[in-house]
């Protein structure tokens, strides 16, 4: 008998964790597509039957409607609009849309439409689940710096359950101090909606995009070089100029051969198209804010930059250079660890200069 209750328990424990913490994503990942304000954009189901289409800049709102479409009979539905940048997937079976809404610089949506049936549907209150389950984890006197999710997918031949990890650092409520690092792994079951398993991934060693702060110090002979809005250490000779921009504050680092140029405001790019595997991509923080860095394996072929997705007040900052030899690639990163940011902006246009005077 206790040789039978101890195979029993082993058998319902091998049960719980294959539902929970065990589920893991389609080993062969989905395809893509990335979303911007701008861009018309359109991604295909497995079957074929159905189409996304994320349509730009075609509202006066700066907002770009989203669709599904019906490719047999060339229906389309609007489901949203879209604010800022975003992902979108299908799931293997083509049965469900995954949508990852970056609507603010420190904060995004998931959501998942169902095209099962004859009109697509949205699975209404899934965001909303996520985020309970997610702040159910965090004390009541902390709150969260941002909150992104760097890895998102649907189960392994399983449409119905989503993987999400967050990515939240944590910040006082109450009194100011930089984020601590927290993250979540949180498996969702979409039929009914629930959410089945969650486990911390803070402590995990494996980079899941929780912020790991930077503790690298410019060098002694660096000198400060001051944007305003924020600064930067680099050797002697560098130099800040600012440009003239549209709608946000834009500018350039020039030394030692290099221009850095930069785009701080609410639409900055967010370094997308630089991917593995010709890129190196790391998330990290950088003095307690959270950056993504990007570095094409082939020096001087392609951009080597960094950006801060949320700078305050639904700011961001991209800070990037075009074909760096291998040393000044090197150079390059070692600056982007001594970013600073803090101060006000200055005007984000800068008047034109004055006509030439003709000559007597």
């Known amino acids: 008998m206790p040789r039978k209750r101890f195979l029993l328990a082993l058998i319902l424990l091998s049960s719980i964790t294959d539902v ?9 990942p989905a395809e893509k597509v990335n979303l911007d304000l701008w861009s018309t954009r359109s991604l295909l189901s497995p079957d074929q039957r159905w ?4 349509v730009g800049p075609h509202s006066p709102e700066r907002r770009a409607p989203l669709y599904i479409q019906n490719t047999e009979s060339s229906k389309k539905w609007i489901v949203g609009w879209l604010e800022r940048n975003g992902t979108a997937f299908w799931s293997g079976d083509s049965k469900r849309l995954f949508l990852r809404d970056e609507y603010a610089a420190d904060d995004m949506k998931i959501r998942v439409f169902d095209v099962t ?16 389950a997610l702040f159910a984890h965090i004390p009541q006197n902390k709150t969260t710096q941002w909150l992104y999710y760097p890895e998102v997918c649907f189960a392994a031949n399983d449409s119905s359950t989503i993987i999400v990890v967050a990515d939240a650092p944590l910040v006082p409520k109450k009194e100011s101090g930089s984020g601590k690092p927290f993250g979540l792994k949180l498996i969702v079951n979409l039929d009914p909606l629930h959410v089945v398993d969650s486990v911390s991934t803070t402590q995990s060693p494996e980079p899941t995009g929780e912020a790991v702060d930077s503790a690298v110090a410019a ?26 921009g549209v709608d946000s504050y834009v500018g350039e680092f020039v030394g030692d051969g290099v221009v850095l140029k930069f785009d701080f405001g609410r639409y900055s790019n967010p370094l997308k198209e630089e991917k593995t595997p010709a890129y190196i991509v790391s998330h990290k ?20 930059g960094v950006y801060f997705p949320n700078v305050g007040h639904s700011n ?16 390059v990163l070692k ?3 001594t970013i600073r940011v803090g101060g006000a902006a200055p005007r984000y246009v800068i008047p034109p200069p ?3 005077k003709n000559a007597q």
């Open 51 to 54: 189409k996304f289409l994320s």
């Open 335 to 337: 600056i982007f660890e």
């Open 117 to 132: 049936g004859a009109v697509p549907k949205e699975i209404k209150g899934l965001d909303d689940k996520i985020q309970k």
């Open 354 to 356: 004055p006509p030439a």
């Open 316 to 331: 961001a900052l991209c800070l990037w250079g075009q074909d760096l030899t291998s040393t000044q690639q090197e150079l």
């Open 219 to 244: 060098p002694s002979d660096w000198h400060r070089v001051d944007a305003s809005a924020f600064s930067l250490f680099a050797p002697a000779g560098w130099e800040f100029h600012q440009l003239q």
């Open 20 to 28: 929970g913490l065990c589920t893991e994503c389609d080993s062969t």
């Open 285 to 304: 923080s950088i003095a307690g804010l959270r950056v993504k860095i990007v570095s094409p394996k082939t020096p001087g072929h392609g951009v080597t």
